[in-house]
């Protein structure tokens, strides 16, 4: 038990940077999430083809390489500077969850009924209307339990900057552990029981999500 109450405030430490990077990650993902998902649909060959590319590249490559390549390899090779390992670690996260939230705001757009979208043409609405009054509000619910789901996956990838030098719970953790190789088992215990807790208010807001999803979506 001493062990443990002098590790504990340590890793709290990492806490903030953990929970800052989730949920900057989540909003910008979110944000690649529809623009690219809606650029899969565009009419425009163009955009959707080069929508593709950078949906198969993210989705095909490791988040790991992803991370590096933004942090060490694009300043050496184009002189571009993303800013500081917190924004390297944002940007990285949410391109690659980007990416394949993407196909989820693709994949629930399309599947809306086609009635709907005709009905709303009977209407004599404009497309930015139907998409906006019609089809999106109901892909939107059918797109919460994934977007859940994804957000706890996307937790668990924040341990990842640590490996760029941010000093999260798992840093303090390989920190403390790096000291004290006999305190490597309670270390890790403690940093497992810290993402446990963090993904619980995210677990049950999948659940809710879920529910939600089930109403108000027409089919057929």
């Not at 300043?75 to 924004?87: D, E, T």
């Amino acid at each position: 038990m001493s062990a443990i109450a002098e590790i504990f405030p340590q890793l709290m430490r990492g806490f903030n940077i953990t929970i800052t990077v989730l949920i900057a990650s989540a909003i910008f993902s979110y944000l690649f999430a529809f623009i690219a998902g809606l650029c899969r649909i565009s009419e425009n060959p163009i955009i959707r083809h080069v929508t593709a590319v950078y949906v198969e590249v993210f989705r095909g490559t490791s988040l790991i390489v992803q991370l590096f390549w933004l942090y060490y390899a694009i300043p050496m090779l184009f002189g571009i500077q993303l800013g500081s390992n917190w924004w390297t670690g944002v940007i990285a996260i949410a391109l690659n969850y980007g990416a394949y939230m993407s196909e989820v705001v693709r994949g629930s757009i399309l599947a809306i009924s086609k009635g709907q979208t005709e009905a709303a043409i009977a209407l004599n609405m404009s497309k930015f209307q139907r998409m906006r009054l019609i089809i999106l509000p109901q892909a939107v619910r059918m797109m919460l339990p994934e977007f859940g789901n994804y957000t706890i996956q996307m937790l668990k990838a924040t341990s990842l900057v640590s490996l760029i030098g941010m000093t999260d719970i798992l840093y303090y953790g390989d920190i403390i552990r790096s000291s004290n190789l006999s305190q490597a088992p309670i270390v890790y215990f403690l940093v497992l029981i810290f993402y446990f807790l963090l993904a619980l208010p995210l677990i049950w807001l999948t659940r809710k999500a879920e529910s939600i999803s089930k109403k108000g979506v027409a089919s057929g």
